[in-house]
C-alpha cells in the first residue's frame, strides 16, 4: 500500500482547536490537505466563546507551508455550518473529507441531570454532526467522493457512569453511520467512527501524568487519517488510543423461534441462556438482514419453507 496524501483534497474538522481536533487537523495539512479549522472556542461544559484556538491552529499550519481558514460555527447551528461549508467552496471549490470531532460534556448522574444538559449535549454531538454532514453530503455527492468521520466513544459503546446523555449521543453515531454508509456508497463516500481514547483537556481530571503523556492525541491521528484516505474502509468503528486499535462490532446471536402456543413469556425466560449464546453470532447485512432472518426462521420451524 502506497503513502496516504491528501493533496488536493479539501478537509473540514470541527472542535479544531485543541486536542483531539487540533492533531486530526495538523496531521491533514502535514500531508497536504487544506483544512477548515472549525472550532466555537468553548470550554469543556460548552460555555463562552472564543476563535483565539481555531486562529492559532491555523497559523500553525501557514507556518509549516500548508493552507487554512478558521471558522467559529457552532456545529450546532445549521445557518451557521452552511455559512462554514459555503466559506470552504469559495475558497476552495471541494469538500473531500469531513471530520466531525466537536465536542462538550456535561456530565451528571440521570437523576440529577437537567433534561437541557440532556438535549445540549445531544445538540452538539449528534444534532452538530448531522449538520455538517448533510451540508457537506450534497457537494460529496456531486464530486462522487467524500469521506466522513463520526467520533463516538467507549462511553457510548459500551456505558461510563454519569453520561447519559454524552453516552446516548456518542451511540446515536453509529446509527448514523451506517445509514449514511449505505446511502453513500453509490457516490463514492465512505462513512466511518472513531472512538479515541485521549489525554486532552475533557479527560484531563481522569487520568494520572504517565497514562497521559501515553494516551496524546497524536497517537490516535493515524488512524483518522486512513479512516479518511482514498482506500478508506466505510462503516468501521475504530477504537484507537495510545497506539492501539481495534475494531468494534454489532452482531447478533443465531437466537431461538418460538411458534404459535410455544411462543411464550415463559419459554423466552426458560431459553434466555439459548436466545444469549455468542457461539453462532453473526454480523447482520441492514435491518432487513434480521426481518429476513426471523421469517425465515418462522417458516422453517412451521415446514413452511
Ligand atoms: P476537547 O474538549 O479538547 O476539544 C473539543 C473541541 O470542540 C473544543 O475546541 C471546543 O471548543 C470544540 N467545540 C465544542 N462545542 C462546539 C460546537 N458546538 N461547535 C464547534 N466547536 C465546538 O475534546 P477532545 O478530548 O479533543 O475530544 C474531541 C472529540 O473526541 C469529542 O467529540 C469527544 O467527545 C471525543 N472523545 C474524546 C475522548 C477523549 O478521551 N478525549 C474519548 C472519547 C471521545
Not at 129 to 156: D, F
Not at 219 to 239: H, N, R, W
Not at 254 to 281: M, S, Y
Request: charged content about 20%; overall charge negative.
Amino acid at each position: 500500500m502506497g503513502a496516504i496524501d491528501f493533496k488536493g483534497r479539501v478537509a473540514i474538522v470541527t472542535g479544531a482547536g485543541v486536542g483531539l481536533g487540533r492533531s486530526h487537523a495538523l496531521g491533514l495539512a502535514a500531508r497536504g490537505a487544506k483544512v477548515v479549522i472549525n472550532d466555537l472556542g468553548v470550554s469543556r461544559d460548552g460555555t463562552g466563546t472564543s476563535s483565539e484556538a481555531a486562529l492559532s491552529v491555523v497559523e500553525e499550519i501557514k507556518a509549516m507551508g500548508g493552507e487554512a481558514i478558521a471558522h467559529g460555527a457552532d456545529v450546532s447551528d445549521e445557518a451557521a455550518v452552511k455559512d462554514m461549508v459555503a466559506q470552504a467552496m469559495a475558497a476552495w471549490g471541494r469538500i473531500d473529507i469531513c471530520v466531525n470531532n466537536a465536542g462538550i460534556l456535561m456530565d451528571k448522574t440521570f437523576s440529577k441531570m437537567e433534561m437541557s444538559a440532556f438535549r445540549k449535549v445531544v445538540d452538539v454531538h449528534l444534532i452538530g454532526t448531522a449538520n455538517v454532514a448533510h451540508a457537506c453530503w450534497p457537494i460529496m455527492r456531486e464530486q462522487k467522493y467524500g469521506r466522513i468521520v463520526l467520533t463516538s466513544s467507549a462511553s457510548g459503546l459500551y456505558g461510563n457512569f454519569g453520561q447519559s446523555n454524552y453516552g446516548a449521543a456518542k451511540a446515536a453515531m453509529l446509527g448514523l453511520m451506517n445509514v449514511l454508509h449505505m446511502e453513500g456508497a453509490r457516490d463514492n463516500i465512505r462513512v466511518n467512527t472513531l472512538a479515541p481514547t485521549a489525554a486532552t483537556r475533557m479527560t484531563a481530571d481522569l487520568l494520572p501524568p504517565e497514562a497521559q503523556e501515553l494516551l496524546a492525541p497524536e497517537t490516535i491521528t493515524p488512524g483518522l487519517l486512513y479512516l479518511v484516505s482514498e482506500d478508506a474502509p466505510s462503516q468501521v468503528i475504530l477504537g484507537a488510543g495510545a497506539g492501539s486499535y481495534a475494531e468494534t462490532r454489532v452482531y447478533e446471536t443465531q437466537g431461538i423461534t418460538l411458534i404459535g402456543d410455544e411462543n411464550t413469556p415463559e419459554a423466552v425466560a426458560a431459553q434466555f441462556d439459548q436466545i444469549r449464546d455468542d457461539k453462532t453470532q453473526e454480523q447482520l447485512d441492514g435491518a432487513f438482514g434480521q426481518t429476513k432472518k426471523y421469517a425465515l426462521n418462522a417458516a422453517q420451524a412451521q415446514g413452511l419453507k
